[in-house]
C-alpha cells in the first residue's frame, strides 16, 4: 500500500536523462542521441516524446523578443521496462530542419557572407540557442519525469 502511495506522489518515480553530443556539424539533419531511464523499483514507460527547440531572440531591453521553434521531435509509445537495479538506455534518432532567416541563410552561403551576417547579428543583437527537451509517462505514476539540455552547433 504504502509503495503505492510513493509511486502516485512520484517519489519512485523514473527520471530520465537526455545524453546528445556535445557538438554538432551544422549541417546535420538528424540528431542522433541517447536517453537513460532509471528508477528506484520497477516500473513501465508507456510513451517518451524528445523534442529540438531553437530560442530566437532579437532586440535589446523593452524591444527584446523571444521566438520558441521546434524542429523537430520524435516519439516512442513503445512499452519500456525499467529494473529498479539497472538503468536502461535507450538510443534514437531525431530528424529535423533548421528554420533559417535571411541573415542565417546569408551566414552559411560563404565566408563574406559570414562577415556581413554577423555585423548585422551584432546590430539587432540576433542570437539562437537549442536545446533537447525529454519527456514520458510512467504507468501509475502522477508526475511525469522531464529532462533538458543545452545542444550546440557549429
Known amino acids: ?22 557538438v554538432y556539424p551544422y549541417k546535420v539533419e538528424t540528431l542522433n ?9 520497477s516500473a513501465l514507460v508507456t510513451y517518451v516524446k524528445v523534442k529540438l527547440i531553437e530560442r530566437y531572440s532579437r532586440g535589446r531591453g523593452d524591444n527584446q523578443k523571444i521566438d520558441e521553434y521546434i524542429l523537430g521531435e520524435w516519439t516512442s509509445d513503445e512499452p519500456i521496462e525499467i529494473d529498479g537495479q539497472n538503468p536502461k538506455v535507450i538510443f534514437f534518432k531525431l530528424p529535423f530542419k533548421f528554420q533559417h532567416s535571411n541573415i542565417e541563410k546569408l551566414e552559411h552561403s560563404n565566408a563574406i557572407g559570414k562577415g556581413i551576417a554577423s555585423i548585422f547579428k551584432t546590430i539587432k543583437a540576433a542570437k539562437s540557442d537549442y536545446r533537447l527537451e525529454a519527456q514520458c509517462l510512467v504507468e501509475g505514476s502522477n508526475k511525469n519525469p522531464e529532462d533538458k539540455v543545452k545542444v550546440v552547433f557549429v
Open 1 to 22: 500500500m504504502f509503495s503505492k502511495v510513493k509511486k502516485w506522489l512520484g517519489f519512485d518515480s523514473v527520471k530520465i536523462k537526455l545524453k546528445p553530443l556535445e
Open 33 to 41: 542521441a541517447e536517453l537513460e531511464f532509471t528508477a528506484n523499483a
